[in-house]
């Protein structure tokens, strides 16, 4: 069974900096788009940023380009969102999903 954990959330000043991961274990994931979602409470899940788990295709959602760096570590199964310049309004709980399987979240905050 797939299990993904993310980590790397916490409090940030804006402008600041943050790296999440996200550890997949239960299976290989040659084949898929493992993505970053975000969420705040009372609104819909937003796609962020995915990266094709075999040729490395990244895509990004257009509030987050030129500032979100998503990658990859194949041999540790484990998909990276680096955020710099980071924004209140990027402030929410960020979930990766590989497959139709979410993660638990980890939650950013971003201080003005």
């Known amino acids: 069974q797939v299990q993904l954990v993310e980590s790397g959330g916490g409090l940030v000043q804006a402008g600041g900096s943050l790296r999440l991961s996200c550890a997949a274990s239960?299976?290989?994931?040659?084949?898929?788009?493992m993505a970053w979602f975000r969420q705040v409470l009372g609104k819909e899940r937003d796609f962020v940023a995915g990266i094709s788990w075999s040729d490395g295709r990244t895509y990004y959602a257009d509030s987050v380009k030129g500032r979100f760096t998503i990658s990859r570590d194949n041999a540790k199964n484990t998909v990276y969102l680096q955020m710099n310049s980071l924004k209140p309004e990027d402030s929410a709980v960020y979930y990766c999903?590989?497959?139709?399987?979410w993660g638990q979240g980890t939650p950013v905050t971003v201080s003005s």
């Open positions: 999903k590989v497959d139709g399987v």
């Open positions: 239960g299976r290989t994931f040659s084949s898929y788009t």
